[in-house]
């Protein structure tokens, strides 16, 4: 039983690695800090400051958190409404987000962002 386990853990890495490596064709190519690693570190920095001005601001953070359930497609256009009706909290918002949006064209990545 063990064995299967390790197998299925080798198995799972070795195609993680590969769908990896075959999304991007070298890591020379790639430009500079648009690894995995400052993916994480760029989102992981746009989710605290986005969760600190949620925190600060109780009256978006009331607005976001009734989205919760709705229909994707419903709360893209809530967003944009509400954005629309609140141009200084879109501008906020942009600019919390803005260093992801910058990695996203250097990289490349074609990455979604909601509220932007």
Known sequence: MLKIRVLHGVITVGALAGALLATAPSAVADPPNCTAADMAGVAAGVSAATSAYLFTHPEVNAFVTGLKGQPREQVLGQVQQYLDANPQTKA?????????????NRCGVNAELPMS
């Open 92 to 104: 906020e918002i942009r600019n919390i987000r803005q260093p992801l949006a910058d990695l996203r």
